[in-house]
């Protein structure tokens, strides 16, 4: 009964949308950016998404970072991505007025992301860490 009633608070969670903004954002970033993937085919399924919030009052008062990373072809560059990534995925999610001229956008921060899935998460140790925070600010 636990894990049931768990799952069906979380969902809950979701439709009423009372999470912390940062990963409600998150969460929105990445399904727009699984959207445009299968619309797009030098996207390919692997993609992570982290927005950073600051607060004044306990209001939010604007973004400071947006992270996408998304996996794609080897034959595209990390200019094109960018250019799709924002126009396509963040653009259509984050609202105008949490954007300013210090918003800081990392669009595959990291470089190249053209392995994805476990094989690109596992490294030395050969497992998959994943880690969730949800805690009262992102």
Same mark, same amino acid.
């Given at each position: 009964?636990?894990?049931? #009633?768990?799952? +069906? ?25 699984? #959207? ?60 105008? #007025?949490?954007?300013? #001229? ?10 190249? !992301?053209?392995?994805?899935?476990? !094989? ?13 925070? +949800?805690?009262?600010?992102?």
């Amino acid at each position: 009964q636990g894990i049931r #009633e768990s799952c +069906l608070a979380m969902h809950v969670m979701i439709q009423k949308n009372i999470w912390p903004a940062p990963i409600a954002y998150a969460h929105k970033l990445a399904k727009q950016l699984s #959207e445009v993937r299968r619309t797009h085919p030098i996207l390919r399924p692997d993609g992570k998404t982290q927005v950073s919030v600051e607060y004044e009052n306990d209001q939010i008062k604007r973004i400071d970072t947006i992270v996408v990373s998304t996996q794609h072809t080897p034959d595209v560059s990390q200019q094109e991505i960018a250019n799709l990534i924002m126009k396509e995925v963040i653009t259509p999610v984050i609202p105008d #007025e949490l954007l300013d #001229e210090d918003t800081r956008y990392l669009i595959n921060p990291s470089g190249s !992301f053209i392995v994805g899935g476990s !094989f690109g998460d596992s490294g030395t140790t050969g497992r998959k860490i994943v880690v969730d925070t +949800l805690w009262r600010y992102g």
